[in-house]
């Protein structure tokens, strides 16, 4: 079988498992953030925090519990690190140093799992499971709050409520990421990935002499990395490394984990407003730039006229021999439209143009179909500007899911979009101005600005992959990259709440025969058109700079 004909049959088989799981957990997610029935767990949870999971939360109250609880993140998983080399299980590993741990708290409690340390050298086995894989757990559930409070902004109707954090929260965990990761977790083990508490032992190697290696809850954790579009890695490889990903199927299998719940989202949105074929909308936009990206990503990756190239079947340089050129392709498109950040290859040695499609597409802002919780709020915010732009057309007040989109909403949704190409192209033009920063450039030219220009979008959008050639473990980084982190995941989340207050106050407006038909395939183009046209005209200089720049000259 022909390399291309296979990633193309992994690419259908992936689909396919999709379509199946789309209707059921979608379905099951709106019944659960719907539900006023609370389990006997989460009683006690909501006891043991001391709150009140019934009283309906304004968007600054809601608001006030997103950042309070990750405030508390960050200094519990940054006190963790700190205390290491005290606690048990450490392996005998250090403390953390300050810069590093700050980045690390950072970027585990904003869902980015952005790692300048090499995992399997620096984490012992309790930070690796009360501190990062907990984090995994909660950061996933507070952007699918976050995301179902923007989707109660528009099916309330006059409320100004918009849910119970606390509530949302414990059922995301308790409900979804927890049960499902634990079914993921076996079917991983069943098929070779490493699961134990082991201390660190020689391996024996097949040309003689020995490595030193760790054990750990490498499944559990591999699990929810996925699930939760967390990313990271147990081991410095990531997702490449066999302990992690053991199989071609394991790596279909984890591509599935990472897109299943922002897929099944939309059916989510649909149903809490009342009309699934908005959701199948959202849905259809998201897939058609998936597919697109994936389709080009493989075209990049497979289409070479060097003999070396054409014998290898592709560029396979930094990429499994296990998996080839097609299954590596479908990962870093899923995990850069998501995010995720796992990698199961090396993304800086794609070719300039294949590293310049895992950018753009971080640059989307990770809606297709994006993290999750923060790939739906992020494609209805894109969604509210497709509408205004519509509307400017036929020079009529803009309307989405019967709520008018006035001059306050407008405002909210353009300031949301504008936060993060700000923190990316300000902190690349900043280091690049730094002679110290260059001086973490393992590459010069193009290739190198694109190592910087990658960290940033990687930080600035959570997603956590990099272009490994950067040496990102400096003061200067550690600390950038972590405000960058910071900033990307709660200064959105400020416009979203506050957007999904405004709508919530509104009353909704009946469909008249002006009224642009957000359900039909026109507004999917215009919602595709939009997104492709307002990141190009944003990003495309710096991208001409790096792999444009480097893809016409190789």
Not at 305 to 331: D, N, W, Y
């Given at each position: 079988m022909s390399p291309v004909l296979a990633g193309v049959?992994?690419?259908?088989?992936?689909?396919?498992?999709?379509?199946?799981?789309?209707?059921p957990l979608g379905t099951y997610m709106a019944k659960v953030y719907s539900s006023d029935r609370h389990l006997r767990i989460e009683k006690w949870i909501y006891r043991g925090i001391g709150v009140n999971p019934n009283v309906r939360m304004s968007w600054p109250a809601y608001l006030r519990g997103v950042l309070a609880f990750s405030a508390v993140g960050v200094l519990l998983l940054y006190l963790l690190q700190r205390l290491q080399g005290v606690l048990p299980l450490s392996l005998g590993f250090r403390s953390i140093e300050p810069a590093q741990a700050f980045n690390t708290a950072a970027s585990f409690v904003t869902n980015t799992n952005w790692q300048s340390y090499a995992g399997e050298q620096a984490m012992g086995h309790v930070v690796q499971t009360a501190g990062l894989a907990v984090q995994n757990f909660v950061s996933g559930a507070v952007?699918?709050?976050?995301?179902?409070?923007?989707?109660?902004?528009?099916?309330?109707?006059?409320?100004?409520?918009?849910?119970n954090f606390w509530a949302d929260l414990v059922r995301g965990v308790v409900r979804i990421l927890l049960p499902i990761a634990m079914i993921a977790a076996i079917v991983l083990v069943a098929a070779g990935a490493l699961q134990n508490f082991s201390g660190i032992h020689a391996v024996g190697q097949f040309l003689g002499g020995s490595q030193q290696w760790n054990g750990g809850a490498v499944a559990s954790q591999e699990a929810i990395k996925e699930l939760a579009t967390n990313g990271g890695g147990y081991f410095n490889a990531n997702s490449a490394h066999p302990f992690e990903n053991p199989t071609p199927f394991t790596n279909l299998f984890e591509i599935f984990l990472i897109l299943v719940i922002p897929f099944a989202l939309?059916?989510?949105f649909g149903i809490m407003v009342g009309s699934v074929r908005q959701g199948y909308a959202i849905l259809a936009t998201m897939v058609t730039i998936w597919v697109g990206f994936v389709?080009?990503?493989?075209?990049?990756?497979?289409?070479?006229?060097?003999?070396?190239?054409?014998?290898?079947?592709?560029?396979?340089?930094?990429?499994?021999?296990?998996?080839?050129?097609?299954?590596?392709?479908?990962?870093?498109?899923?995990?850069t439209l998501t995010s995720t950040g796992a990698v199961d290859?090396?993304?800086?040695?794609?070719t300039g143009?294949?590293?310049?499609?895992?950018?753009?597409?971080?640059?989307?802002?990770?809606?297709?179909?994006?993290?999750?919780g923060s790939g739906l709020y992020g494609i209805l915010i894109m969604a509210i500007i497709a509408v205004f732009i519509a509307g400017l057309m036929v020079g009529r007040t803009p309307e989405y899911l019967g709520k008018k989109i006035r001059t306050r909403e407008i405002k909210l949704a353009a300031v949301y979009i504008l936060i993060t190409p700000a923190l990316v192209l300000v902190?690349?033009?900043?280091?690049?101005?730094l002679p110290s920063a260059r001086h973490s450039m393992l590459n010069p030219g193009a290739h190198g600005f694109s190592e910087i220009l990658y960290a940033f979008t990687s930080a600035s959008n959570n997603n956590g992959s990099a272009f490994a050639g950067l040496n990102a473990n400096t003061d200067w980084f550690n600390t950038m990259t972590g405000l960058a982190m910071l900033f990307g995941r709660f200064l959105p989340m400020v416009f979203v709440l506050a957007l999904a207050g405004s709508l919530a106050e509104q009353q909704p407006v009946?469909?008249?025969?002006?009224?642009?038909?957000t359900e039909k395939p026109l507004f999917t183009g215009l919602l595709v058109g939009a997104i492709l046209i307002i990141v190009g005209l944003t990003y495309f200089p710096a991208l001409a700079l790096g792999p444009l720049a480097e893809g016409l000259a190789s």
């Open positions: 049959l992994q690419l259908l088989a992936l689909m396919a498992a999709l379509s199946l799981a789309y209707v952007g699918i709050a976050v995301a179902v409070a923007l989707v109660r902004g528009f099916a309330a109707t006059r409320a100004g409520a918009l849910g939309t059916r989510t389709a080009l990503m493989m075209w990049t990756e497979f289409a070479h006229h060097e003999g070396a190239l054409r014998l290898a079947g592709g560029a396979m340089e930094g990429k499994e021999v296990r998996f080839g050129v097609g299954a590596s392709s479908i990962f870093a498109v899923s995990t290859s090396f993304h800086s040695s794609f143009f294949g590293g310049g499609i895992a950018l753009l597409g971080m640059m989307l802002g990770e809606i297709a179909p994006g993290g999750v902190c690349t033009a900043v280091s690049m101005a009946p469909v008249t025969a002006g009224t642009l038909r």
